[in-house]
């Protein structure tokens, strides 16, 4: 099967080739950096993450872009709370983005556009639409005229003057219609801001990614992914601007749009504050728990978050490094089995993929021939690659947040304990139980021995 990917912009499911057949090009929407992000952030950069290693098997190589937004009202009302200088909190959420990100397993991109340093580009798009009559300057801005192009509202299905319509609730003086974004504003002396042909100013949001996508990945690009919620009004823009600004030329030519988290019934959102941070789930769980959570429904649908799912996905892993644990004897390179491969194809579909992983790990623990173990082991790691999982020592996984010198004293209580049984103390054998047992230590019988976790 060749890869086939469902298109917002069509509602259909297409069989995706690059315009260059030796390297596709990839745009998602990454953060705007003015604290840190949620779960649901997340959900994006890992899942297109997977699609963005299938894409360098497919076709040997990408060029993958992931922008991070560093101007913003946002940020500017986080600095000014702070009584920091915008660049303080940027710098700060922008690593603590990354460091997040590298937890949950997700490979930088190829390129990593900061809007700062992207502003002469952003201001000769704005020329390019003002001369192509799709962009006017009035009262120090610069706003995109919507009913210059016709195809708005082709992406999101949106009636254009529904759109309109519903926009007149807040009317800015300086707009000729209310639907009409803004391109460029201006900046007082206590906001950052770029000298430019309509004074001193920074560029509205939609711009930014117009911008930077074209100067790194060409006027028109393969994919274009994000969240759902991000289809109107951002996406959205970033069509009209583009298309307008390259004389037609289409921007993106599939669009990828991922489903929201939902948590404790709702959409998860800051705005909402039902939200779960990053920064403080990777440090209470499993990063890789999480990676496997947010890959257990299929990308375009929502995703119920809880506790439990996490949980639930920490005793899969226990499992899967289990059985990794149990071949630990036999040598076995990683290789991608057909069958995930296959799954991957078909839209990204992570819930069948995680079911063939198990389904292997299943077969590997029923196996007894050597070569049959091996190749069985090499498709368990393989699997696990293709999504990012099981790439650590199961050693290191059952015994996360220790250290070897603590990890030396359990292995002597258990050795102990052992001893303690096979030599009928029961009450000694009991009390060691007892005492790992109160340190979050599980105790497992099995065919090779006793072994032991961290709960």
């Known amino acids: 099967m060749s890869l086939r990917l469902y298109n917002t912009l069509s509602r259909q499911?297409?069989?995706?080739?690059?315009?260059?057949?030796?390297?596709p090009t990839m745009y998602v929407c990454g953060p705007t950096v003015y604290n840190y992000v949620h779960i649901g952030n997340a959900r994006g950069p890992v899942v297109f993450g997977v699609l963005a290693d299938l894409l360098?098997?497919?076709?040997?190589?990408?060029?993958?872009?992931r922008n991070i937004?560093?101007?913003?009202?946002?940020?500017?009302?986080?600095?000014?709370?702070?009584?920091?200088?915008?660049?303080?909190?940027?710098?700060?959420?922008?690593?603590?983005?990354?460091?997040?990100?590298?937890?949950?397993?997700?490979?930088a991109p190829d390129i990593q556009p900061k809007a700062t340093a992207h502003i002469p580009h952003i201001?000769?798009?704005?020329?390019?639409?003002?001369?192509?009559?799709?962009?006017?300057?009035?009262?120090?801005?610069?706003?995109?005229?919507?009913?210059?192009?016709?195809?708005y509202g082709k992406l999101?299905?949106?009636?254009?003057?529904d759109m309109l319509a519903g926009a007149r609730v807040e009317v800015a003086p300086y707009k000729r219609d209310a639907g009409d974004f803004v391109l460029w504003k201006p900046?007082?002396?206590?906001?950052?801001?770029?000298?430019?042909?309509?004074?001193?100013?920074?560029?509205?949001?939609?711009?930014?990614?117009?911008?930077?996508?074209?100067a790194h990945l060409g006027q028109t690009i393969d994919i274009h992914a994000g969240g759902v919620d991000l289809q109107f009004p951002h996406h959205e823009n970033e069509v009209a601007q583009s298309e307008c600004a390259h004389g037609g030329a289409p921007f993106a030519r599939f669009w990828l749009h991922n489903g929201m988290l939902n948590f404790g019934g709702a959409k998860m959102s800051k705005s909402l504050g039902n939200i779960e941070r990053v920064h403080d789930l990777v440090a209470k769980h499993r990063p890789e728990a999480l990676r496997y959570a947010l890959l257990?429904?299929?990308?375009?649908?929502?995703?119920?978050?809880?506790?439990?799912?996490?949980?639930?996905?920490?005793?899969?892993?226990?499992?899967?490094?289990?059985?990794?644990?149990?071949?630990?004897?036999?040598?076995?390179?990683?290789?991608i089995p057909a069958v995930i491969e296959q799954v991957l194809d078909d839209d990204l579909n992570t819930p069948q993929a995680l079911a063939e992983l198990a389904a292997i790990a299943a077969e590997a623990r029923k196996a007894s021939d050597p070569s049959e173990r091996a190749r069985l082991k090499a498709a368990l790691l393989g699997a696990g690659k293709a999504l990012g999982l099981l790439q650590q020592?199961?050693?290191?996984?059952?015994?996360?947040?220790?250290?070897?010198?603590?990890?030396?004293?359990?292995?002597?209580?258990?050795?102990?304990?052992v001893a303690a049984k096979a030599a009928r103390d029961f009450a000694r054998a009991d009390a060691i139980r007892q005492q790992l047992t109160a340190e979050g230590i599980v105790l497992e019988d099995t065919p090779a021995g006793v072994r032991w976790k961290r709960a």
């Open 393 to 417: 020592d199961p050693a290191d996984w059952f015994n996360h947040g220790g250290n070897a010198d603590d990890d030396a004293r359990i292995q002597a209580l258990v050795d102990e304990r």
């Open 156 to 161: 999101s299905r949106r009636d254009p003057e």
């Open 69 to 107: 937004t560093d101007v913003d009202d946002k940020i500017n009302a986080a600095a000014r709370e702070a009584g920091v200088p915008i660049s303080a909190i940027t710098e700060r959420f922008a690593a603590a983005y990354l460091e997040d990100m590298a937890a949950l397993g997700v490979q």
């Open 56 to 65: 360098r098997r497919r076709f040997g190589a990408l060029r993958y872009a």
């Open 13 to 23: 499911t297409e069989p995706f080739a690059p315009l260059d057949p030796a390297c």
């Open 123 to 151: 201001i000769a798009m704005i020329e390019q639409l003002i001369e192509r009559g799709h962009a006017y300057a009035a009262d120090g801005h610069v706003l995109f005229s919507v009913a210059s192009f016709d195809g």
């Open 296 to 335: 257990s429904a299929h990308y375009r649908q929502p995703l119920d978050w809880s506790d439990a799912l996490i949980e639930q996905c920490t005793r899969t892993l226990d499992r899967l490094y289990g059985t990794l644990r149990d071949l630990a004897d036999v040598p076995a390179q990683a290789a």
């Open 187 to 214: 900046s007082s002396d206590d906001l950052p801001g770029w000298p430019s042909p309509w004074g001193v100013g920074r560029p509205g949001w939609h711009i930014e990614c117009s911008a930077m996508a074209a």
